[in-house]
């Protein structure tokens, strides 16, 4: 799996982008669910987006992807990606049912996924926006319940070849007793992805 690399700063200032985004998704998933929902991003890269279906489990495993068109200073698109198994769990913890309850998705659980990636994208990038001066915000999200390799090339033909790079933050929701682990792609263009760095050293006084 290649890593294209981050430098300490700039990890450092993108995983206080991940902790602000999802100090606020949780607050709102917590409201959402009506009971505690804490978020935590234990570990973020930078990767080719070709390596995105070994970060989510290779081409055949079924997932849920919520995505968002990015608009404003940065180019390019937000993905929420959960393997399926994991995506119906977090169906039962929102919606409050016993865990191991929903096997296919309602029209209401689909409505459900849709939200939490919504807050999940729109978190992150109101994070990225406030913490890195910019002006970024979603467009408005669609579900696709699909194998890895169909998400994939769906990402392609969207991103088109604007986008070689992703920054991948690794999410962990726990409600108790209950954690999963989901993936948040951001995608964006190489300017895009030039601006992000340069904003991230003016903040560390670099230039």
């Known amino acids: 799996m290649a890593d294209t ?3 300490d700063f700039e990890k450092d200032a993108l995983k206080e982008v991940g902790n602000i985004g999802s100090s606020h998704a949780a607050t709102a998933l917590s409201q959402m669910a009506n009971r505690r929902v804490d978020i935590t ?3 973020l ?3 080719p987006i070709e390596d995105f279906l070994d970060e989510v489990g290779g081409t055949d495993q079924l997932v849920a992807g919520v995505y968002s068109k ?3 200073d940065l180019s390019g698109g937000m993905l929420a990606v959960f393997p399926m198994v994991t995506a119906l769990v ?3 913890m929102l919606m409050g ?3 191991g309850s929903t096997e296919t998705l309602s029209e209401m659980d689909s409505s459900a996924l849709v939200e939490v990636g919504n807050i999940l994208t729109s978190t992150f990038l109101s994070a990225t926006s406030d ?3 910019l002006s970024v915000f979603p467009s408005p999200p669609q579900l696709a319940c699909d194998m890895a390799g169909s998400l994939l090339q769906f990402l392609v033909i969207e991103l088109g070849e604007h986008a070689d790079n992703a920054i991948l933050f690794q999410t962990n929701l726990s409600m108790s007793p209950t954690k999963v682990t989901g993936h948040l792609f951001l995608c964006i263009d190489p300017t895009s992805l030039d601006t992000v760095f340069t904003k991230i050293k003016e903040k560390v006084g670099m230039i």
């Open 5 to 7: 690399g981050l430098s």
């Open 41 to 43: 991003v234990p570990d």
């Open 45 to 47: 890269k930078l990767i």
């Open 70 to 72: 990015i608009q404003g």
């Open 90 to 92: 977090l169906v039962d």
């Open 97 to 99: 049912r016993p865990f």
């Open 131 to 133: 913490f890195l001066d």
